[in-house]
């Protein structure tokens, strides 16, 4: 579809840039349009934020797949921000990768990573981190990139071996992921620079990270050692979580609608509703 295009070649810009930026975490439409509105080049959907959002549950793989893109989908239609969506395992093994990449694809997400954890967690892992096999982890890159209908769709390939298994390791699953054509390499826990030098090193892929150690904030240096989004974590939804909570409490013990503090003016609401549009579509349709 043509209007995936354009936000699909504005991530891929991002990637083959020369900096490093910050995506907004965004979780349903009005955040992501007022993401928009601030002038965030890029987004993500991450699968907790998901999960909570859609099911009021934690991070436990137990969103489905069409729970997700459905989300996704929301997104996508009420803003043109690219957006990068966390697509965890790929809701199975390699096949199901594939459907996974096919029905993200059609929810119009401009990139999406596929990880090589062990998910959801297996029975006896007393809550550890596992990663799958390389052989498998291959597999489902070289599943996702086959299952590609769009050239324009960026599909990352991520791993948490650093905190799992160790910089070599790591390592060799970089070079792995890359041989096996991924878009994009999405690192989750890298501690340190050390351990950076160490993995950027495999690839010449623009790098995604997450989780990363507090030593890694200086743009400038993830620039250089191609990192081109740095993610700096999912404070929007906990913060309209705890928002929620005070504003029933303070409503619950008697404090006055108009003496309530935080609100949004008019014009950020409008900015949320996309109200314009929707005044332009009355106008145009409804009054004759």
Not at 181 to 199: N, T, W
Not at 207 to 227: H, Q, T, W
Not at 261 to 266: A, D, E, H, I, V
Request: overall charge negative.
């Amino acid at each position: 579809m043509a209007r995936w295009t354009d936000r699909r070649q504005r991530f891929r810009s991002v990637l083959t840039g020369e900096s490093c930026v910050s995506p907004a975490s965004v979780y349903d439409p009005m955040t992501a349009r007022l993401a928009r509105d601030i002038g965030y080049e890029i987004g993500i959907l991450a699968g907790s934020t998901a999960s909570m959002t859609v099911l009021g549950a934690p991070d436990h793989i137990v969103l489905t797949l069409t729970e997700f893109a459905d989300q996704a989908g929301r997104i996508g239609r009420a803003s043109d921000l690219p957006l990068l969506v966390d697509a965890d395992h790929g809701y199975g093994n390699a096949l199901n990768v594939m459907r996974t990449v096919e029905e993200l694809e059609s929810a119009g997400v401009s990139a999406l990573s596929i990880e090589d954890s062990d998910l959801p967690a297996p029975f006896g892992s007393e809550g550890k981190a596992r990663l799958i096999p390389l052989e498998e982890g291959v597999g489902k890159m070289r599943a996702a990139m086959a299952a590609k209908p769009d050239p324009d769709l960026v599909v990352c390939g991520r791993t948490s071996a650093a905190q799992i298994a160790g910089a070599e390791e790591c390592r060799r699953r970089v070079a792995a992921y890359t041989e096996a054509g991924v878009d994009a390499i999405f690192l989750v826990g890298v501690p340190d620079k050390d351990c950076l030098d160490i993995v950027s090193g495999a690839t010449d892929l623009p790098i995604v990270l997450g989780g990363a150690g507090p030593e890694l904030k200086n743009l400038e240096y993830l620039a250089s050692r191609n990192v081109r989004v740095l993610l700096t974590g999912h404070q929007p939804i906990a913060a309209a979580m705890n928002a929620a909570y005070e504003t029933l409490l303070a409503l619950r013990n008697g404090v006055k609608a108009s003496d309530l503090p935080g609100l949004p003016s008019k014009d950020r609401i409008a900015v949320a509703l996309d109200e314009d549009r929707y005044a332009d579509h009355i106008r145009d349709f409804l009054n004759g």
